[in-house]
């Protein structure tokens, strides 16, 4: 049993924290309002779910997922994920998040950005290429024949392994997409973003394998 701190319970975060449950972590949530506006999904998740604020939520974590609107990102602790492996799902907007010129232009990918706020912690990109209700519905146990796979990109071997194991262990393969700075294959409106899993209209989505997920991956430009 892992226990999975994840700063941002929204969409993603809380479909992501369900397939954890499932599979028997430990998570605990947090959000922007504070933990009393979490107890419904505490309920609903049971036992293995509690809610703390943002810091704790950090600390609390053998693993914790950054959940939020990329500005957010100066709202992310830095002290209590120093060491820590950290998964970063998000994608950059500047419909939602204005515009930041670093991630505008070429020079810095998100997570590369997440990581001026959090120096000590260990990113690793993953999850945000699917959309939450495909993540919840295309989830499937190990060995299972229509497995769907994830890209992840990190620059530490021994966070990947980490990230690689919680990801399996909640129902998908991973494909090793590369570094942080490579990540921009995996970012928004790229060709492994979404469309492999088919449109969010369709919300059971389609299972994309590893081969789907490797050829989207190698195709992306910029
Ligand atoms: N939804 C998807 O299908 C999907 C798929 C792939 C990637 N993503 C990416 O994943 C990230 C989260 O997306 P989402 O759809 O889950 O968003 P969401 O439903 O709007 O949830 C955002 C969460 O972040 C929290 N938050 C915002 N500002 C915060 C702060 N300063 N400190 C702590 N928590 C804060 C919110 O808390 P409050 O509600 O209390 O403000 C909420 O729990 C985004 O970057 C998004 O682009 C989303």
Redesign the pocket.
């Known amino acids: 049993m892992t226990t999975v701190g994840f700063?941002?319970?929204?969409?993603?975060?809380g479909a992501i924290a369900r397939l954890a449950v499932q599979a028997g972590h430990r998570v605990v949530l947090?959000?922007?309002?504070g933990p009393e506006?979490l107890a419904d999904t505490v309920a609903e998740l049971g036992p293995l779910a509690s809610a703390a604020t943002?810091g704790e939520a950090a600390a609390a974590g053998d693993l914790v997922v950054v959940?939020?609107?990329?500005k957010?990102f100066p709202?992310v602790p830095a002290a209590p994920l120093a060491g820590k492996t950290v998964i970063d799902?998000?994608?950059y907007?500047p419909e939602r998040d204005g515009h930041i010129a670093e991630l505008d232009g070429t020079s810095l990918t998100s997570t590369e950005l997440l990581l001026r706020y959090v120096p000590d912690a260990v990113p690793v990109k993953a999850?945000?290429?699917?959309?939450?209700k495909h993540l919840l519905s295309l989830a499937r146990p190990a060995g299972a024949g229509d497995r769907s796979y994830l890209p992840i990109a990190g620059d530490s071997g021994p966070a990947k392994e980490a990230v690689t194991a919680f990801i399996e262990s909640i129902g998908y393969g991973v494909v090793d997409a590369g570094s942080l700075a490579g990540s921009w294959r995996q970012a928004t409106g790229t060709p492994v973003w979404g469309t492999p899993y088919g449109p969010p209209s369709d919300e059971k989505g389609r299972q994309a394998g590893e081969e789907a997920i490797r050829a989207a991956l190698a195709a992306a430009t910029r």
Not at 30 to 33: D, F, I, K, V
Not at 67 to 70: K, L, M, Q, S, Y
Request: aromatic share 10%; charged share 5%; net charge positive.
């Open positions: 700063l941002g319970s929204g969409q993603l975060g947090s959000n922007s309002r506006t943002v959940t939020v609107p990329v957010a709202a799902t998000c994608n907007g999850f945000n290429t699917i959309f939450f």
